[in-house]
């Protein structure tokens, strides 16, 4: 019997996803998004840069002005000695303080008298820098408190060597007003430049950020957007998958996960389609099986020999038939509830699942042997889902032939570590790349494939792993499971599909 999707059922299906997913849209962000953050940091961190120069800018300024005072105060004491008459008068003496703007102006050297010269004495003097021991940072400190601290008709002190001659020691008084005026003038004129290179990098730097960053993400954005409102249709911006950086790199990525998504969600289409046409196949095996029972029970009782003997081979195999049809749609339909989590004693739980382990293989001489080692008394997880998970695991090694399974647990401070060894046949190397997958990793011949793959999903709910260590192909080593279970935290939920023992 072969069963066709109806295309109007397709149809509402889709229309009704898109009524409970209404279309998203994202806000504008002119002054917050990426583009805005990029030229805003571009701009700060450049005046960052700027702000290193300016300030021993400033210093430098400072200490050349005051150089040429000192310059200029050795020219008039230079002056004084070249005077036929050892005093100057007034006017003169006037001349020289003003050429030098300075209230007083004193010489000294190691092989010439002590010269001065002074408007009025007394002069009060607010502030002192020594040349000779202040460096860079020093007089760039002294700029900012001359800018910031300034008072009207405030003097200043300043001590160095001559620029003329270093054994020439000058000491000038000075009227700060004129330097403030300067130096504000200066630092002025060098922040106005350092803004405006700021902004023209940022600037800059934000064309260039927005043409080969911004604008590529919010292509990725919206073709990202495009596809959760439709991942049927492919709508990826091709433009950037030639890219070799990491934006054409994020493109192709984004391009293979749609791909993987599509295909995906074709396969749940037709696993959904094959639930409804198994449920119906399910429901008439039913019947059917119904009637052969019957059937074989009057076989059964024939005379011919061949013909009773058959009977239940055909009873065996109806019910074998509906019994996998059952899984399969329970596989499809049904899923796994949320994790009853629970603080579970390890000693009482294990020992639970050996006794019923024992209580259905012992009859058959099947040996089961449980080896603890418990640092933790108790652990948080879903003890019916885990206990589900281990019988299937030790079912399906009876099943393989093994005589001997041992269940082997290990409590840590990380969680808890359960392995399954049996001496059976072993895992065909052909099973193990598709061991999880669901009608793909069965090692029976009339299996499905979905108890280890359901097992799978209930440890990966659990925030744990399961995986096969050895095969026990090749003699050496058993057959070995391993589980990794970390306690899980109440209320953690999980999805999947739940399964029974021996499904596998």
């Known amino acids: 019997m072969s069963t066709t999707e109806d295309p109007q059922e397709r149809n509402s299906d889709r229309d009704s996803g898109a009524a409970t997913s209404p279309r998203r849209t994202t806000p504008s962000r002119v002054l917050t998004g990426l583009s805005a953050r990029a030229l805003a940091l571009a701009v700060l961190f450049v005046l960052l840069a700027e702000a290193v120069l300016f300030v021993p800018s400033a210093g430098r300024w400072l200490e050349q002005e005051l150089n040429d005072r000192l310059s200029n105060g050795h020219l008039a004491v230079r002056t004084l000695e070249e005077l036929p008459s050892a005093m100057p008068n007034d006017r003169l003496t006037t001349e020289l303080l003003d050429h030098v703007d300075a209230g007083l102006v004193a010489f000294r050297s190691p092989d010439r008298p002590k010269l001065v010269l002074f408007r009025e004495p007394g002069l009060q003097v607010e502030r002192s820098i020594d040349l000779r021991e202040t460096g860079l940072l020093g007089l760039s400190l002294h700029a900012f408190q001359i800018m910031i601290g300034h008072q009207p008709g405030a003097m200043l002190r300043v001590v160095g060597l001559s620029p003329a001659d270093p054994n020439a020691e000058i000491e000038l008084v000075l009227d700060q007003a004129r330097i403030y005026l300067e130096l504000r003038s200066y630092t002025a004129r060098v922040a106005a430049l350092s803004l405006f290179i700021s902004l023209a990098t940022g600037l800059l730097l934000y064309l260039a950020l927005g043409w080969l960053i911004v604008r590529p993400v919010l292509r990725l954005t919206r073709a990202m957007r495009a596809f959760a409102d439709d991942p049927e249709i492919e709508q990826t911006a091709r433009r950037e998958s030639g890219r070799s950086d990491e934006i054409g790199d994020a493109f192709n990525q984004m391009q293979a996960m749609q791909e993987t998504v599509r295909a995906a969600l074709t396969q749940n289409r037709r696993l959904a389609s094959l639930g409804t046409g198994v449920a119906k196949i399910s429901h008439d095996l039913r019947n059917l099986l119904t009637t052969s029972l019957l059937i074989t029970d009057r076989m059964s009782a024939s005379k011919d020999e061949g013909v009773a003997k058959a009977a239940p081979r055909l009873a065996e195999s109806i ?74 695991l030790l079912d399906n090694s009876f099943e393989a032939g093994a005589d001997k399974v041992d269940l082997r647990a290990e409590a840590r401070e990380g969680g808890l570590t359960i392995r399954v060894q049996d001496d059976g046949a072993g895992v065909p190397d052909a099973a193990v790349p598709h061991l999880f997958d669901a009608f793909k990793g069965s090692t029976k011949r009339s299996g499905t494939g979905l108890g280890l793959h359901n097992a799978a999903e209930i440890i990966q709910a659990h925030g744990g792993s399961i995986e096969l260590l050895h095969t026990g192909q090749d003699g050496t080593e058993l057959t070995t499971f391993e589980i990794r279970l970390p306690e899980v935290r109440r209320g953690r939920g999980g999805s999947g599909n739940s399964g029974q023992p021996g499904e596998a």
């Not at 996998?324 to 629970?342: F, K, Q, W």
């Not at 001489?365 to 299937?392: C, H, M």
Request: aromatic share 6%.
């Open 319 to 392: 019910e074998r038939a509906a019994t996998l049809t059952h899984t399969i749609v329970r596989h499809v339909r049904d899923g796994m509830p949320a994790l009853a989590v629970e603080t579970v004693v390890l000693k009482l739980f294990f020992g639970g699942v050996i006794d019923r382990i024992r209580q259905r293989w012992g009859p058959q001489r099947k040996v089961v042997s449980l080896v603890e080692d418990f640092d933790l008394s108790s652990l948080a997880f879903d003890p019916l889902q885990i206990e589900r998970v281990l019988i299937n």
